[in-house]
């Protein structure tokens, strides 16, 4: 059974940082890594991701103030997001696609992070 388990959130003043971390147990085959959020009212949006051979893109919205890493053998990935602003208050949630066909996709339940003062 496959497991994908997010913490690190919470509550955090504006100009602060975070870190969230997600480990997925159940496969070892995984190809991709990701981050994405939701805020009230929004659509999901891809917060960054990661590829096996350590590619990393990031949204728009965290570009030049976040970081993507991942260890492949733990399958673990951590998200750094500095100068958090109100806007990054959403849940985050962690995703991992497997490698081959078809690929599959595994999510995890989310954790809250509110950017507040």
């Known amino acids: 059974q496959v497991h994908v388990v997010e913490s690190g959130g919470g509550l955090v003043q504006p100009g602060g940082s975070l870190r969230l971390s997600c480990v997925v147990s159940g496969i070892s085959n995984i190809y991709l890594m990701s981050w994405y959020r939701q805020a009230p009212g929004k659509q999901r949006e891809l917060v960054a991701f990661i590829t096996s051979n350590g590619n990393t893109m990031y949204g728009d919205s965290v570009k030049g103030r976040s970081t993507i890493s991942r260890d492949s053998g733990e399958n673990t990935v951590d998200l750094q997001v500095n100068s958090l602003k109100l806007e990054d208050t959403a849940v985050y949630y962690c995703?991992?696609?497997?490698?081959?066909?078809?690929?599959?996709?595994?999510w995890g339940q989310g954790t809250q992070v509110t950017v507040s003062s």
């Open positions: 995703h991992a696609r497997t490698r081959g066909q078809p690929q599959l996709n595994y």
